[in-house]
């Protein structure tokens, strides 16, 4: 079973800044890269960023300039540096690699 693990949520106040971690299998690291989602409660899940294997970087709109992706294939994972959290930014973030998704990490930022 593949498995793809998310790690680094927690409570946060505004202003605050948090470090996702995603690892991967090795398989797909020089194959596949990798995305960030995040769906707030009762809400869509949506896209967030994404890194390639060759190390490229993408971010939506939302998150640019706050947000960083970087990847360690050393030790097959994927982080996410979110610094000045916003409230908006609450929500349940998912690592997918290829077709594989992890079971997401809980950001909630509030003072």
């Known amino acids: 079973q593949v498995q793809v693990q998310e790690s680094g949520g927690g409570l946060v106040q505004p202003g605050g800044s948090l470090r996702l971690s995603c690892t991967r299998p090795e398989f797909l690291v020089n194959t596949c890269g990798a995305n960030w989602y995040r769906q707030p409660a009762g809400q869509e899940r949506d896209w967030v960023s994404a890194?390639?294997?060759?190390?490229?970087?993408g971010y939506a709109d939302s998150v640019k300039g706050r947000f960083t992706i970087s990847e360690d294939k050393s030790t097959n994972t994927v982080y996410l540096q979110m610094n000045n959290l916003k409230p908006e930014d609450t929500a349940m973030y998912y690592c997918k690699s290829c077709s594989y998704w992890g079971q997401g990490t809980q950001v909630t930022v509030s003072s």
């Open positions: 890194i390639t294997p060759e190390g490229s970087t």
